[in-house]
């Protein structure tokens, strides 16, 4: 399934997984995560993963990468760069939620990095279901 937003497209894979590619030339605000927040919590009613497939280049609003990515139900996010740009875009947001302990992993879209990503995503989601059935 797939959906169109006011920031970009969102591609639902499987029951657990989002694919997310942002318009270019975009700049991701707080708006923009709430509207963002709420069709996940629309789509997913417990854990799931996100790829964020980074074709297009945008940027983020500071005040939106402090809060991008805390959806409670959020368990990994997959981060595919194409190019030094968005790799350095990556690591700033990783940076500055270093505190936050986010499970986030970058791919190179290069070398084969969304097939990557999803058995990632995939294998984080079988550990996390594995640990909650456990505890």
């Given at each position: 399934m797939k959906l169109n937003t006011s920031f970009g497209q969102i591609n639902?894979?499987?029951?657990?997984?989002?694919?997310?590619?942002i318009n270019e030339n975009i700049e991701i605000t707080l708006e923009i995560?709430?509207?963002y927040d709420a069709l996940m919590a629309q789509h997913f009613s417990g854990s799931y993963a996100v790829l964020v497939n980074?074709?297009?280049?945008?940027?983020?609003a500071y005040e939106a990468l402090l809060c991008i990515g805390s959806e409670q139900n959020l368990k990994a996010l997959a981060i595919i760069?194409?190019?030094?740009?968005?790799e350095q875009q990556t690591r700033d947001l990783k940076?500055?939620?270093?505190?936050?302990?986010?499970?986030?992993?970058?791919?190179?879209?290069?070398?084969?990095?969304?097939e990557n990503a999803i058995h990632w995503l995939n294998e984080q989601l079988?550990?996390?279901?594995?640990?909650?059935t456990i505890e």
């Open positions: 639902f894979l499987d029951a657990n997984i989002a694919e997310v590619i995560v709430d509207e980074r074709i297009n280049s945008y940027r983020f760069n194409y190019n030094k740009a968005s940076s500055v939620r270093h505190m936050d302990n986010l499970n986030i992993k970058e791919f190179s879209g290069l070398e084969l990095g969304r079988t550990y996390l279901n594995k640990s909650e």
